[in-house]
T-cell receptor, first 113, second 115 residues
Framework: GENVEQHPSTLSVQEGDSAVIKCTYS??????FPWYKQELGKRPQLIID?????GEKKDQRIAVTLNKTAKHFSLHITETQPEDSAVYFC????????????FGRGTSLIVHP | GAGVSQSPSNKVTEKGKDVELRCDPI?????LYWYRQSLGQGLEFLIY????????KSGLPSDRFSAERTGGSVSTLTIQRTQQEDSAVYLC?????????????FGPGTRLTVT
């Protein structure tokens, strides 16, 4: 089955700095990679996703890159703000049939004002 | 529109008792998932329902755990003879799970405490 590794487990940055979270996956057939943000005491919510037919996707201050050859993908947050503080989860899955994403263990991002 | 709802929001039970947790998915979502999240930990997959197909129970940690989904909508997760290690937040999610949208919509969770 799929195995997703996520690093770092904790990331502390100053407001305005950039933050990068990295994930690797094992199943070369995986082709859909979502990122979820979970604020303290709240439910996870999708913030961005990428499919295997593109190498990069941006949405304002958030971007995700995918390297299929190396089987890794990363979340980039620029100009971080205190409200970006949360736990971020990456996931990998195959589309079609049973859609059961495999999640990474999460990265706790702390943005200091 | 209405999102995924779960009840109860909090449940405190004594070791050895049975508990039932309920999930109401978004209307029209054919896929439904249960996850367990221990304090400060990741999302542990428990079970997956998709339409009328047999559920994928590969994540259930023991035979004390079971789940059903009636009429393709509401789901109930049952934990029998609860143990202290069952204490966690139980999250439900639903999804259209089609090529145009795999986004999972999570409920607020049920915080289970076994004393």
């Amino acid at each position: 089955g799929e195995n997703v590794e996520q690093h770092p487990s904790t990331l502390s940055v100053q407001e305005g700095d950039s933050a990068v979270i990295k994930c690797t996956y094992s199943d070369s057939a995986s082709n859909y990679f979502p990122w979820y943000k979970q604020e303290l005491g709240k439910r996870p919510q999708l913030i961005i996703d990428i499919r295997s037919n593109v190498g990069e996707k941006k949405d304002q201050r958030i971007a995700v890159t995918l390297n299929k050859t190396a089987k890794h993908f990363s979340l980039h947050i620029t100009e971080t703000q205190p409200e970006d503080s949360a736990v971020y989860f990456c996931a990998a899955s195959r589309s079609g049939g049973s859609y059961i994403p495999t999640f990474g263990r999460g990265t706790s991002l702390i943005v200091h004002p | 529109g209405a999102g995924v709802s779960q009840s109860p929001s909090n449940k405190v039970t004594e070791k050895g008792k049975d508990v039932e947790l309920r999930c109401d998915p978004i209307s029209g979502h054919t896929a439904l998932y249960w996850y367990r999240q221990s304090l400060g930990q990741g999302l542990e997959f428990l079970i997956y329902f998709q339409g009328n197909s047999a559920p994928d129970k590969s994540g259930l940690p023991s035979d004390r755990f079971s789940a059903e989904r009636t009429g393709g909508s509401v789901s109930t997760l049952t934990i029998q003879r609860t143990q202290q290690e069952d204490s966690a937040v139980y999250l439900c999610a639903s999804s259209l799970a089609i090529s145009s949208s795999y986004e999972q919509y999570f409920g607020p969770g049920t915080r289970l405490t076994v004393t």
